[in-house]
T-cell receptor
Framework: DSGVTQTPKHLITATGQRVTLRCSPR?????VYWYQQSLDQGLQFLIQ???????AKGNILERFSAQQFPDLHSELNLSSLELGDSALYFC???????????????FGEGSWLTVV | GDSVTQMEGPVTLSEEAFLTINCTYT??????LFWYVQYPGEGLQLLLK?????DKGSNKGFEATYRKETTSFHLEKGSVQVSDSAVYFC??????????FGTGTRLTIIP
């Protein structure tokens, strides 16, 4: 158990709908990251928050948005869903905001999203 | 930008065989290097890490040495078990503050 908690574990929804994925980081971690894992794209970095503020942005679509709340939990909002958005969405957390020798990123078990 | 090139799979070995999964990277500066493992139906688990040149990360019999001169971080295990069957990802954490992954190598161990 990494200490990173993601809900829901599985979600099935229709095209055009909107969903929210939730993540609680490990206790004491200030950074939250979101990744998408799909069969054709592999593991893609979406976005990172550090202590409530956006820190880095990757290949995140405009239909997707995220935020980190004062209690440090994070939500990833996916809207106008398309079939191609079906994937495993990972949340991860770390103590710091990026690259330093002691930083390690721990992953949750992921949220499986199926768009039908 | 940062990139990780990983040995393509799938890799199939017999139990107790020696394992090597190659990983090379491109990054500016001095990244930290990681191996993550994903067992069937599960999330990503950190297997081992190394944060500077010549560091050796090790865990559960797996080892990888950070080689700056060859920009490599190959994963090795002397005697694999059926329970090691999983997908293995090499990754780096660089100055752009995001974890960059390789494409993953699927390992299957047969008894």
């Amino acid at each position: 158990d990494s200490g990173v908690t993601q809900t829901p574990k599985h979600l099935i929804t229709a095209t055009g709908q909107r969903v929210t994925l939730r993540c609680s980081p490990r206790s004491g971690d200030l950074s939250v990251y979101w990744y998408q894992q799909s069969l054709d794209q592999g593991l893609q970095f979406l976005i990172q928050y550090y202590n409530g503020e956006e820190r880095a942005k990757g290949n995140i679509l405009e239909r997707f948005s995220a935020q980190q709340f004062p209690d440090l939990h994070s939500e990833l909002n996916l809207s106008s869903l398309e079939l191609g958005d079906s994937a495993l969405y990972f949340c991860a957390s770390s103590v710091g905001g990026g690259h330093f020798s002691g930083n390690t990123i721990y992953f949750g078990e992921g949220s499986w999203l199926t768009v039908v | 930008g940062d990139s990780v090139t990983q040995m393509e799979g799938p890799v199939t070995l017999s139990e107790e065989a020696f394992l090597t999964i190659n990983c090379t990277y491109t990054a500016t500066g001095y990244p930290s290097l990681f191996w993550y493992v994903q067992y069937p139906g599960e999330g990503l688990q950190l297997l081992l890490k190394a944060t500077k040149a010549d560091d050796k990360g090790s865990n559960k019999g797996f080892e990888a040495t950070y080689r700056k001169e060859t920009t490599s971080f190959h994963l090795e295990k002397g005697s694999v078990q059926v329970s090691d069957s999983a997908v293995y990802f090499c990754a780096l954490l660089g100055g752009n503050e995001k974890l960059t992954f390789g494409t993953g190598t699927r390992l299957t161990i047969i008894p």
